[in-house]
């Protein structure tokens, strides 16, 4: 059995955890129940609620913890370890590597010789001080005798790893996924107009005023104002000077929408033709994922940590400098100049998506298995 520890229930990790308990023994042990109800998100700036049957349909469990049930560096404090170590668990998965809690459990699983699967968003996309880089080395240098697989999310990840010493031999494909079929649309509204989507949190990191300054830029050109709609979902706390840019900037083509959850954004996807995501930073990107299931054609930045595995420059989208509101206008100004290039770039979205599925994943821990086996 593999015994699978994370942090609390997570919307994204949830439908591959339900997948592959059709197919291996699994368990999840869950450090903290946060996300089971409403709770306060600091990047939200409101209180929100996830979804309420994060936990049907598969094995799992909470661990014990004392203190504070909110997740960060420090907390949950989980005090509960022998559960994780009985006699028919031969693998203890963990999501993340950076965390008191998991170094511990990886080190006492080689005393009780388990086998240790670590899947870590760890990448080189933000600039990183000499010094972290060293520590980075040292620490995969030290910790890498007490890991036995690395599940990697995608290409970045995987160079990441390699950079800091890690054999490719112990490195599997495990992307970030998310159900295909939850947001495949077989018939996807038809849009006259180009219909600019964004998702997120309406933080810093994530470059929502990035894709205002270059809406600004594109309204100077003729008609282009009227011809888009560029539609914002989210909430966060710069929601309110990203409003001001808007008045400021005179951008009628811009709407916002507000937070939506997974059942609700499916009709802006739909809606959409256009998916952008300008993040200045993004480990990976599962927006991504959703809008080229729903057939769309995609911008992204190159601090987007999927964007070598699923943007393909002139086939199903575009990638731009980051942080370069200049540039990300020059690639949309591409699609609105060539409209008939957005109908075959969804398509070829959909297309590259449909490779990056739940089967993906399933294949790479069945190949990591095969691995540990044959060491044993």
Request: charged share 25%; with cysteine.
């Amino acid at each position: 059995m593999i015994k699978y520890i994370i942090s609390h229930p997570i919307q994204y990790q949830v439908p591959l955890i339900r997948y592959l308990s059709k197919k291996i023994k699994i368990e999840v042990a869950y450090r903290s129940n946060i996300s089971l109800k409403p709770f306060y998100d600091k990047e939200f700036d409101k209180n929100v609620v996830i979804q309420k049957n994060l936990i049907k349909g598969y094995k799992n469990y909470f661990l014990k913890h004392i203190g504070s049930n909110k997740v960060n560096a420090i907390f949950p404090i989980t005090t509960e370890f022998k559960s994780l170590f009985s006699n028919n668990t031969k693998i203890i998965w963990l999501h993340g590597i950076k965390n008191w809690y998991n170094l511990i459990v990886i080190v006492i699983s080689k005393f009780h010789n388990k086998k240790v699967f670590v899947r870590d968003e760890i990448n080189n996309l933000k600039k990183r001080s000499f010094l972290n880089k060293f520590f980075n080395k040292v620490f995969f240098y030290i910790i890498d005798d007490f890991i036995d697989c690395y599940l990697s999310i995608g290409i970045e990840n995987t160079n990441t790893l390699k950079k800091y010493g890690i054999n490719k031999k112990k490195i599997f494909n495990v992307p970030y996924v998310v159900d295909n079929k939850f947001f495949y649309l077989k018939k996807k509204n038809v849009q006259q107009k180009l219909k600019i989507l964004f998702t997120g949190k309406l933080i810093h990191k994530k470059g929502c005023d990035i894709l205002l300054k270059s809406i600004f830029l594109l309204n100077k050109k003729n008609d282009f104002k009227n011809k888009t709609d560029v539609i914002i979902v989210g909430e966060g706390n710069l929601k309110n000077n990203y409003l001001e840019l808007k008045k400021k900037l005179n951008l009628n083509n811009v709407k916002f929408c507000g937070f939506k959850n997974q059942n609700l954004i499916k009709k802006y996807y739909n809606n959409s033709n256009l998916f952008i995501m300008p993040s200045r930073e993004e480990n990976w990107g599962l927006a991504v994922n959703e809008a080229m299931a729903s057939s769309n054609a995609i911008i992204c930045s190159n601090s987007v940590g999927c964007s070598k595995n699923l943007v393909k420059n002139n086939f199903n989208g575009y990638i731009f400098k980051s942080d370069d509101y200049i540039d990300l206008a020059r690639k949309i100004f591409m699609f609105y100049k060539n409209p008939s290039r957005i109908n075959l770039f969804a398509k070829n979205s959909l297309k590259i998506i449909s490779k990056h599925s739940f089967n993906e994943c399933y294949a790479g821990i069945i190949k990591a298995i095969n691995h540990v086996n044959k060491k044993c």
